[in-house]
DNA sequence: CGATAAACGAGACGGTACGTCGCGTCTTCTG
DNA sequence: CAGAAGACGCGACGTACCGTCTCGTTTATCG
């Protein structure tokens, strides 16, 4: 998952002989894999695609990570990371409010490309359970987070009951919204997701869904 | 999704010339093909293996499905016709009661095949559109199909307010235990499931969950 | 060599039941075969085109012939009917003008197409003995036999020396030339044999060569 | 003389990236693609077959040959290498002397293998015009620059007339015996060429044949 | 004259070699 | 010595051809 350690990593500095291994050039090659990914799939996307297009040898890819799975795994990490930010969830006073106003951050206002990746990715997300792990740390799961932190926020608002099962509630829109772009591969838009807020959600916390 | 046509399906009737297909041997090609793909995963399995397994030649194969790919979906699609029958569905008198009763013929019950084959399948779901409908109309849909029944009883019942979004709500179970399949790798347990009525759908549909 | 027999040969008179082989296809499906085999030789000729070109089925072809082998080695045989006719070599009164004479009705003048199918042919003389046998029966030997008429005919007249290996004379010309055209590809002019015929063939039988 | 390296390479002088062709392992591969046709044929000798014996990749193979025939091409003009040395050839101070001497370097003396080799690809030469040209350089173009050879010995050494035309008469011997091979498929054995050098050849530069 | 049995055109079939392409490794040369 | 370039061993893919088999139809002989 992480790029293969240089063959000697000794504790002890040594004067680290040769030239070092450079890093900066990660996030390209990862870019790279990304945009291959987006554009072409799983497998359309060939180890010689990544090294020509990042002008890099594959001797190089080969250092880093052990196989194109791997490289791939680290990809999809690479690219949570402007994703979500948990601490920045808009507080509007009602539940409600709040999910809907994590719409405009949802798959949505994220962007064409990371749909993508996830699509192309789903060619392999049961032959490298580290991969689907990626894929979930890196999609899925921020947004069961961030759930989850709405719904705290609504018990301790004493919105809803505290007997409800949050962990499970969290789950609900996210892993829908992941079933209907990987298998029924559906658009994920507003207008779904306020009808599963309405119709799914609300009801299931008990709070009778208004404007119907 | 379907085996290749001939060339020319003209709707005029030709008189059939040559000698024709034997479509007798489809079934048993594609379960030979979902037996390899169980034991082996999709890249495990090879044409040529299949070809040897059910004596036949590789140019069989092509003739009727374009590529290995094509041969899976119309395999996955072959899976689906020995699956739940809709008319047979339990009926306890309760909602939840026809729901836990379904459970038995669920995924869990249904057989470690069915399961190995789509979790070798998961390749492909985005490489192959088709494949990803085959999976859905296989193994997902029919239990969506269920569940949609189930809920239209617990409505002519009066069980359930008709206000309900019937074709949502039906969809929550078998696509969250898709997405704990897939991309959680997590099993779908009775306990889960059972959790899943409790906590999410009979508090959706407006039934205070009674054993908590 | 013979197309293929009945497969119930019997001597008694059966009383031929069904349909009889129409065989006065054969000379089309032969001549259909020399053409591609003219065409493309040996290896881009294949039994699905002949059988295609002459509106035959594939099991009529084998039918009458057992392989794509004994296919040629009738169609070559076949081509060998409008050849030489040893009865009709002119008589010029002297050995030099008789085989001067015979220039004329040689390869060259012979067709083109010949030559070619011997071209095509070449790759199958020592995978098929037979086949090359067939070749020797229809293109070089009614040569070798040829001189060795006009050879015996000038012992008769006292031209030559009756010690002479004619049998071993009268293969200089057609072997020399099958090897110009089989392995050098060169074509085999008048000028050519005309000059095998002064510089070899004539001093070997004693003649000196008059016109150098 | 220090060599200049130059940054930017001359487009005549590319720096030759990457690894080079291991050309030392040719000799190798097409000693092992000899070996196979010399055992099974041009058929039977599969691409597979070499690659595996030799211990190579399908895909080394077609990097440097683009087909199997340009492959055995090369492996028949590799076996040329060690055939006649026209430097030394022994002088017995007759041509007919001369002649019979090279008979033991002939077809006969040089090997079973050799001849096993020309009748595998004998069916090729006409399908690939450069592997006739391979076969006449590797068998019987040698033969004819010895007869040649032997030939300019004897006009020097005043034996037989300058006017005769040598290169002609150096093409009889063998092209009479890759005759008699290809298409009679009679071996070539001592008492033929002895025959064809007494009765033919040395008529035919006006010696007359002594021992009859 | 109708039944029958073989031959026919068309083309699917089992099998097998071909030539291509991708993965992950190894080698060569440059900075 | 890291890195770019690319050859290498391996093995699956999809194609094409051979020789066989199966359709439905046509045609010659027999009862």
Tied chains: 1, 2, 3, 4.
Excluded at 37 to 52: F, I, N, P, R, S
Aim: net charge positive.
């Amino acid at each position: 998952m992480t790029p293969t350690k240089s063959p000697v990593p000794l504790d002890n500095q040594l004067p680290q002989l040769g030239r070092k291994r450079d890093h900066s050039r990660d996030p390209e090659i990862l870019a790279v894999a990304l945009d291959i990914l987006a554009e072409t799939g799983y497998d359309g996307m060939t180890m010689d695609m990544v090294a020509c297009r990042a002008k890099a040898g594959k001797g190089t890819l080969y250092r880093r990570w052990s196989s194109k799975d791997e490289l791939l795994i680290d990809a999809v990490a690479f690219m949570k990371k402007d994703d979500l930010d948990l601490t920045k969830l808009s507080d509007t006073g009602t539940l409600r409010g709040d999910l809907v106003a994590m719409i405009k951050v949802g798959p949505t206002g994220e962007g064409e490309k990371k749909l993508k990746v996830m699509a192309g990715l789903m060619s392999m997300l049961s032959r490298r359970p580290e991969l689907a792990d990626a894929v979930n740390a890196a999609v899925v799961g921020p947004r069961v987070e961030a759930h989850l932190v709405l719904l705290q926020r609504a018990v301790e608002r004493g919105e809803i009951s505290a007997s409800c099962d949050l962990r499970l509630l969290s789950l609900v829109l996210p892993s829908m919204a992941a079933y209907r772009v990987l298998v029924l591969r559906t658009s994920v838009d507003r207008t779904f997701l306020i009808s599963l807020i309405d119709n799914v959600l609300m009801p299931a916390v008990g709070i009778p869904s208004a404007p119907r």
